[in-house]
């Protein structure tokens, strides 16, 4: 996505986890403990991957989006397509996306990754309106501005 920004892959930590579980440092039950919720999630919300799980390797792996930010209010929290993260990113400002991996059969989940999406990523010209809009937005400061001196008889 073109405003994605500030990303944190988690890959490395993910490893080193089936790493500690492969060897037996841990059980499966500490890293297969995917809530109710974040499994129906993934099956309403979710993204199919071709990856297999790595813990029972029955299943293929699904992705859930998981948006938060202060301009998403209520909204905040909840698990998004894929396809409706663009359109929000056009809309909102800032808002901070996780992404969950789940497996369905065995209740691994994992997180991959997270990063920010929203317009303040853009320049003047990619943002709705373009930049016709945002140097009125600027006149129209500068203007106030002026006029602010001119009240207080500094000009």
């Known amino acids: 996505m073109r405003t994605q920004r500030q990303v944190v892959d988690y890959s490395l930590q993910r ?38 799980c790595p813990v029972c390797r029955r299943d293929n792996l699904t992705l859930v989006h998981y948006i938060y930010g202060d301009e998403l209010k209520q909204s905040a929290g909840q698990a998004r397509k894929l396809a409706e993260l663009p359109v929000l990113a056009m809309t909102l400002r800032e808002f901070q996306v996780f992404v969950v991996e789940v497996c369905q059969t065995c209740a691994w989940n994992h997180l991959t990754e997270q990063f920010l999406l929203g317009r303040d990523a853009l320049t003047p010209d990619e943002r709705p309106g373009g930049a016709l809009a945002a140097s009125s937005a600027s006149g129209r400061h500068r203007e106030t501005g002026s006029s602010s001196l001119r009240r207080e008889g500094r000009q």
Not at 19 to 45: M, Q, W
Request: with cysteine; aromatic share 6%; proline share 5%.
């Open 15 to 52: 490893r080193a986890l089936l790493r500690d579980l492969h060897n037996g440092k841990i059980g499966t039950l500490e890293v297969c403990d995917a809530s109710p919720y974040l499994k129906n999630a993934a099956r309403f919300h979710g993204e199919p991957t071709d990856e297999r």
